[in-house]
Each structure stands twice: as structure tokens, then as C-alpha cells.
């Protein structure tokens, strides 16, 4: 398959406040097997986390639920972030 030409210029990177993904309440998960690789759920990612693989970027993922919305298979679930971390 070619590889995806990619409209967004800019690239996710450590904000003021640190990574975006860590005040994350809900995180996309994938389901390769339904994947069909078209691409929509990383056009429309608002952050430009997936990249080629449809990996997400969790680190700078803010669960916004944008990518899971658009995917057409309905191939990505939004699942609720477990923090048992105490904070």
C-alpha cells in the first residue's frame, strides 16, 4: 500500500504543562482485526497522533473520541482510562 500523504504541518510535542495525554479520562483502542486502513480516524484526529500503523500516540492523545466517531468499521472504542495512580 502507498503511504498516505499528510495535510498536518505540525507535529505533537510537550506542552507548558506537560504531556497532554495525562489528563486523559477516555483512550482509543484499535481493533486491527476490523481495521480496514482507510485512514479516516487519522485524517480527522484533531492532534495528528495515529500515524501509518494506526497506532496512537498516548502520550499527546487527549481522548477527545473524534477518531473512534469518524471510523467507519467502527474499529476503535473509546475505553475509560484506569488511574489508580492516587491523584
Do not use: H, Q
Not at 496512537?56 to 477518531?67: A, E
Amino acid at each position: 500500500m502507498a503511504a498516505r500523504d499528510r495535510l498536518a504541518i505540525s507535529k505533537p510535542r510537550e506542552g507548558a504543562c506537560g504531556n497532554t495525554g495525562t489528563w486523559r479520562v477516555f483512550r482509543p483502542v484499535v481493533d486491527k482485526g476490523i481495521c480496514n486502513s482507510c485512514g479516516m480516524c487519522a485524517m480527522y484526529c484533531p492532534d495528528g497522533v495515529i500515524n501509518d500503523d494506526y497506532e496512537i500516540d498516548l502520550v499527546f492523545c487527549k481522548g477527545c473520541g473524534i477518531c473512534a466517531a469518524e471510523c467507519p468499521k467502527k474499529a476503535i472504542t473509546m475505553v475509560r482510562e484506569d488511574n489508580t495512580t492516587g491523584n
